[in-house]
């Protein structure tokens, strides 16, 4: 393959998420402001101080349409249930074939942050009764990080590069910028890029400790998650996973795939957890270098963007976040682009929320309409120093979008950015 610098394009989607399982109604509800977060009754009987939580609403007959009845067998993973819905979905979407030989042109990069927890938790009770015999076959595989895209691949027989990324809440758009890149060089036809992020309490746990997710809408949960709002009070947990299929324009116009937008460049570092950054919170500096450099990347002129999609919490982090973008695009305030946030209906996701915001924004780009915030309509006095609060949309938008910036920032000081563009032949 040539090492000739390519275009890359995105020609599948694929979705499991909170509020719609499946590009088709997570796309009609994300549009019509469908919250999916829920009370959790497990999370009252375990003493959670937070009560509530966004995870998708799987079916036994979404399990069926994707997994054998042997598959099923033991199978205690919500990660991997989520991934496997989201990578197929994706995978048929850009009208590809399940290979009985080894595809060296097309990888897999799904990342995750902590995969079959419930999983390890019956593993571990199985060890301690004596009964390691007893923990089946799959047990490895479900627990360990690269499950997901070991999974995947025991489905579509890729035989370029197949891995699992892990970096907090970029994981999703890490993995993005990570194909992206391996396309471009020319390493790989196309990558499906994705990733996913178990649910349940012992993954919450420790942010229920950490008193940083919200404690007064346990009966109202779908205002609890409030992104850009002076009444946020912390991010409302959440898990999912979304998956895109990444390819090289050469080849998705050779097999005539429809192309959803084109991947113009992206940017990933770290602020070394220095200069105000830590394991919890971003170093400002090396936000808004990866905001430039991913600008840069794609010869996206400041003032150029039509959108962004924030990372955006619902803490006190997005007003930091919002002062960050203000300073690196150097525009003025009433030429700051619409802003939005997926949080507000789907809540924070961990590993799957870059993912699943990547699949949103590539949908705006496609169907030239930008979804309403919602639960912004007090919008936070420090950020409305900073821009219009016209700029942040409380409905539904058409509008003409040629470039969105889609920006994760994660724990640990780590940094992703991505534009996608109106594809243009």
Known sequence: MSKKTKRVVVTGLGICAPNGIGVSEFWKNTKLGVSGIRFIPQLREL?????????????EEH??????????????????????????????????????????????????????????????HKIDAGNTRRLGSTSVLQTMASGISTYLNSKLGCGNQVTTNSSACSTGTEAVIMAYDRIKSGQAKRILAGSCSDSGPYVWG???????????????????????????????????????????????????????????????NSGGQLAGGSMTAPNGQAVRRCISKALKESRVQHDALSAINGHLTATKKDSEELYNWKRTLKIEAA????????????????????????????LQIKHQTLFGNVNASDVHPDIQKLIPKEAILQTTKKTPLQHIAKASFGFGDVNAVVIFSKFEP
């Open 335 to 362: 030429n700051f682009p619409p802003i939005n946030s997926l949080k507000g209906l789907i809540g924070h996701g961990l590993a799957s929320s870059g993912s699943m915001e990547c699949v949103a924004t590539v």
């Open 206 to 268: 420790g942010f229920d400790a950490m008193r940083i997710l919200p404690h007064d809408y346990n009966d109202k949960p779908t205002e609890a998650s409030r992104p850009m709002s002076a009444t946020a009070s912390g991010f409302v947990p959440g898990s999912g996973a979304g998956a895109l299929v990444i390819e090289s324009l050469e080849s998705a116009e050779k097999r005539g795939a429809k192309i959803y937008a084109e991947i113009s460049g992206g940017h990933l």
């Open 47 to 59: 003493n959670f101080t937070c009560q509530i939580a966004a995870q998708p609403q799987v079916t």
């Open 63 to 124: 399990i069926n349409a994707r997994f054998t009845k042997l598959e099923q067998r033991g199978l205690n993973s919500t990660g991997i249930v989520y991934g496997v819905l989201a990578g197929l979905e994706a995978w048929e979407d850009a009208g590809l074939q399940y290979n009985d030989t080894p595809d060296y042109d097309t990888g897999i990069i799904f990342g995750t942050g902590i995969l079959g927890v419930d999983k390890f938790r019956e593993a571990i």
